[in-house]
């Protein structure tokens, strides 16, 4: 059975679940999931997975994320992006430079963020942009994330200087919106802000240089296989025959040394199981590779 992960160039106007969608024709099973949505209108890195490494998702979803984005300053939505209708403006003519590398700074790091009324976040059952669009006003609570970096790289003037477009790359946590920081960034600067442009360049180990677009996978359907997908992913641990025999069993071995979930492959490269420390012992999380019963798929 076919099983790995497909990093496709999600295209513009595209939901991350039309993607499943696509691929799931392409690759003729209907076991296929995604590592974290893009809006429509987002373009780049998504992670799909199909069949056994659909397993893997949930360790991917995680992941830190990178980002480049156009931000224009002097013009907020209702949606905190391009997409929305535009509720205020205020001539940004004035602000500097200096002052919006000043704002982004003081945006980076370990910050509490409002998400955008329009994400996918469930308010009392339903998801908050659900409700936005049925008339209702949704404040969300402020989330921890981290921003690892918040770079400016240029700097546009436009439409006879009332807004200003930037240009920039942020690398953030999981759960970090990108949109939201646009929005951020323009009360900083007492402008308003909106986002107008978003490529996602990596999520974890996997970058837009290894995606495909869906055009090229029509034609040749490029899959990275379930052991090198997990090597890319999580510390490696490289296993005896009698631990291999011992995890496929879903048997404990003898611990990683490692506060982390671990990887575990067999001496001829498949990947055995996905394996956690619990006190002198390593437990298997998940099994791939099973004995005494039917393969994990």
Known sequence: MLSGLVIVDKPQGWTSHDVVGRIRRLAGTRKVGHAGTLDPMA?????????????????????????????RLGQ??????????????????????????????????EILQVPSSVSAIKVAGQRSYARVRAG??????ARPITVHS??????????????????????????????????????ALEVGGHLTALRRTEVGPYGIHEAHTLEALAEDFKVLPLAEA??????????????????????????????????????DGSLVALLKDAGPAARPELVFAARGGELAE
């Open 43 to 71: 373009t780049g890195v998504l992670v799909v997975g199909i069949n056994r490494a659909t397993r893997l998702l949930s360790y991917i979803v995680g992941t830190s994320k990178t980002y480049t984005a156009t931000m």
């Open 76 to 109: 907020s939505t209702v949606t905190d992006d391009a997409e929305g209708e535009v509720v205020s403006e205020t001539i940004a003519a004035a602000v500097t430079e200096e002052q919006i590398r000043s704002a982004a700074q003081r945006l980076t790091g």
């Open 136 to 141: 209702e006003s949704v404040e969300l609570e």
């Open 150 to 187: 918040f770079e400016i790289h240029d700097i546009r003037r436009e439409r006879g200087g009332r807004v200003l477009d930037v240009d920039a790359t942020v690398h953030c946590s999981s759960g970090t919106y990108v949109r939201a920081l646009a929005r951020d960034l323009g009360l």
């Open 230 to 267: 997990a090597r890319a992913l999580l510390p490696v641990r490289e296993l005896s025959d009698d631990e291999a025999v011992e995890l496929s069993f879903g048997r404990r071995i003898a611990a990683t040394g490692r506060n982390a979930v671990t990887a575990a492959f067999a001496p």
